[in-house]
């Protein structure tokens, strides 16, 4: 029963709604029903078997100050009358007083509870209380509130646990809110044409490039878009049996080779010469290198800068084809290069 009247509160309490505003300073007055779960053994006589003092229902006021939002403070008095047992039944008439500081959580309804407390049957007893409890406010004066908290004992070990539930009246004004303006009328904005001069998906207000071709992809501030694209070009230049002179086969092969270089300041070359096998090792390393040299000024002469191009003979080191055969001696007689760059090209548009 005794639990079952403290769950019966706290269930009170959470179904309850608010209907009126806190107050934030001011002072109230209380009237409340209390219980209060005692369970002190032996109390009096513990020789002979002792009073146990259990229970209590009684009645009690209080009267309190707001001081802000969040602080208030109370005297509390409670008539009680306390069931007995052990070596005398019946009941005990006694009383509780004392004070107890209240936390508003957040200025709402919920409130946590720290006080000090007399307990007078029989004896004096001191105790220290914490708890918790919740107003509901039926008007701006006018308000319940449930509670429940628990007891320890400073004198006796006890530990008991006390529930009410009271009505009260505030002495105080709400404070009135502040008056609303009703809002102005919206006022229309002007319809801004959005324009896309170039048509790239971008409109001019964040275009930084107008006039972008059709034909790139763009960014999000219209610009056309590129990437890092790798590119090369290769020669091959061949020579008859022992001599370094460049056929005019090879012009055109050779002009591509410029245009790539004037296309790619920042690119070089690299020409190395080949000999076959026939005749004398190293003639035929002096030979290669030879070849080499003849190609790198037909580029300066077509404007390529000396500075850009290096030549190298190998001689009979590298052979592409170690036969011993007309055909593969062909083969080996020759200046090659492979000249590869970056550049940054434009990203097509989809």
Not at 284 to 292: C, D, F, G, I, T
Not at 301 to 308: E, H, L, N, P, S
Request: one cysteine or more; a negative charge; aromatic letters at 10%.
């Amino acid at each position: 029963m005794k639990l079952k009247y403290i769950s019966l509160i706290i269930a009170m309490t959470a179904a309850s709604t608010v209907s009126a505003k806190e107050h934030s300073e001011g002072i109230h007055f209380g009237v409340f029903g209390d219980y209060y779960d005692a369970s002190w053994e032996n109390t009096l006589g513990a020789n002979t078997g002792g009073v146990n003092v259990d229970d209590s229902m009684g009645w009690g006021a209080e009267l309190g100050y707001r001081f802000n939002d969040y602080w208030s403070a109370r005297f509390e008095y409670a008539d009680m009358d306390f069931d007995l047992s052990g070596a005398s039944t019946g009941s005990q008439d006694g009383e509780r007083f004392g004070l107890d500081a209240l936390y508003h959580f957040d200025g709402g309804p919920f409130y946590g509870i720290f006080g000090i407390k007399s307990v007078d049957v029989f004896d004096s007893n001191t105790f220290a209380n914490v708890g918790a409890g919740y107003r509901h406010h039926f008007s701006d004066n006018l308000f319940v509130n449930a509670e429940t908290s628990v007891y320890q004992g400073l004198e006796r070990s006890y530990v008991d646990v006390g529930a009410k539930l009271g009505i009260n009246y505030f002495f105080g004004t709400t404070k009135a809110a502040p008056k609303v303006e009703a809002a102005p009328a919206p006022v229309k904005a002007p319809v801004v044409t959005k324009k896309d001069s170039d048509k790239d998906g971008v409109l001019d207000s964040r275009d930084r490039c107008s006039n972008t071709p059709m034909m790139d992809a763009v960014d999000a501030n219209g610009c056309s878009k590129y990437e890092e694209k790798t590119v090369n070009v290769k020669l091959l230049v061949r020579f008859p049996h022992d001599n370094s002179s460049v056929s005019s086969d090879y012009l055109n092969d050779i002009d591509e080779v410029v245009a790539f270089l004037n296309k790619h300041q920042d690119a070089a070359v690299v020409l190395e010469g080949h000999a076959s096998i026939v005749g004398d090792a190293k003639y035929n390393q002096v030979l290669s290198k030879k070849r080499a040299d003849r190609v790198a000024k037909q580029l300066v002469a077509k404007g390529i800068d000396a500075q850009r191009i290096s030549t190298i003979g190998y001689g009979e080191e590298r052979l592409l084809n170690t036969a011993n055969t007309l055909a593969a001696h062909a083969q080996n007689r020759r200046v090659e290069a492979a000249i590869t760059t970056t550049e940054r090209v434009k990203v097509k548009r989809q």
